[in-house]
């Protein structure tokens, strides 16, 4: 069983669609929790960042985590088309430096 | 601006030609690392380094190598390619602490033929 665990998709919503997003994982030991943004043929970027449980908004964007359930969710409110590219969520134990990632979700957006 | 550079952005080589990705960043991260992205696989790490002469072995190091004489430089080594060597690579950097941000590089594509 992988570490985290990610539908890599793909998904395919109509725009200003409110768009969930979703990891598990098995290693209670994680304590940061990450969402980066990932375009065709760039790096990826972080978009989103949550130390703990809890809720985090920036804008159009809103990261979950409920470690009692080893769950995180990244939710997109009026999705955009802009919005299209892969969804990774990543993950870090306390002390670590190594990120353990999903393997991405494909979204599309279509206008 | 904050950057992490490296080359080539893309090459296809032959097996067993050795080859070189460089990387270098210019934020005076201490750490520095290397993944590989693959189709259903996602990123997985190959090495990491923590700082200058440290170096240690991610979860697919075999058949990488690494050096780090220089805070800012992470070069890749490929001594002898081969085709499952086919990729996406990234390095990466970051502050060398839990929770600070880890940037990316803009990828290099690598085929082994």
């Known amino acids: 069983q992988k570490e985290v665990e990610q539908d890599p998709g793909p998904l395919s919503v109509p725009e200003g669609a409110i768009v969930s997003l979703n990891c598990t994982y098995s290693n209670s030991a994680f304590q940061y929790f990450m969402w980066y943004r990932q375009y065709s043929r760039k790096g990826p970027e972080l978009l989103m960042y949550t130390y703990s449980s809890g809720n985090k908004e920036d804008g159009r964007f809103t990261a979950q985590v409920d470690k009692s359930s080893k769950y995180i969710s990244l939710f997109i409110r009026d999705s955009q088309p802009s919005d299209s590219a892969t969804y990774l969520c990543a993950m870090q134990s306390q002390g670590a430096q190594k990120l353990v990632f999903g393997q991405g979700t494909r979204l599309t957006i279509n206008p | 601006e904050a950057q992490v550079t490296q080359n080539p952005r893309y090459l296809i080589t032959v097996t067993g030609k050795k080859l070189t990705v460089t990387c270098s960043q210019n934020m005076n991260h201490e750490y520095m690392s290397w993944y590989r992205q693959d189709p259903g696989l996602g990123l997985r790490q190959i090495y990491y380094s923590m700082n200058v002469e440290v170096t240690d072995k991610g979860d697919v190091p075999e058949g990488y190598k690494v050096s780090r004489k220089e805070k800012r430089n992470f070069p890749l080594i490929l001594e002898s390619p081969s085709p499952n060597q086919t990729s996406l690579y990234f390095c990466?950097?970051?502050?060398?602490?839990?929770?600070?941000?880890?940037?990316f590089g803009e990828g290099s594509w690598l085929t082994v033929v």
């Open positions: 990466a950097s970051s502050g060398g602490r839990a929770g600070n941000t880890i940037y």
